[in-house]
């Protein structure tokens, strides 16, 4: 195993890491849309997916992967109605290459976010 670690995406607030590998496979922590510096991104759920996936292909970058490597995507969201929103935003990250993936409506999510998305994906050896 080994600990994924990268000041271009936000530290971990609690006690986990950004992701692990372990074998080939890249599991990532949920990316919330808060930047590497800490800040929050206030704005509305495009604002905010755009932002978990700076996060997410940082933390793939660093170790070894990248949105083209990802086999299962995880999305929790904390208003379905905003799904189509979401989705759009999604589709121009994952356009061609489409990994498998569920959509789960939560009551809260950390920080009070609109969206956090956890990934697993291929690591190249």
Not at 8 to 32: D, E, H, L, R, T
Not at 97 to 104: I, L, N, Y
């Amino acid at each position: 195993m080994k600990i994924v670690h990268t000041n271009k995406a936000p530290q971990a607030i609690g006690p986990y890491c950004q992701g692990m590998i372990v074998n080939n496979m890249f599991y990532s922590s949920g990316q919330i849309p808060l930047t590497a510096e800490g800040t929050l991104v206030d704005g509305d759920i495009e604002e905010q997916t755009h932002q978990v996936f700076k996060n997410l292909k940082a933390v793939l970058a660093e170790a070894g992967s990248s949105l083209e490597n990802v086999v299962k995507a995880t999305v929790f969201i904390k208003n379905m109605d905003e799904f189509p929103l979401l989705n759009e935003v999604y589709g121009e990250y994952f356009h061609t290459h489409k990994p498998a993936r569920s959509c789960v409506e939560v009551a809260r999510l950390p920080k009070d976010v609109l969206v956090e998305i956890e990934v697993i994906a291929l690591v190249k050896e």
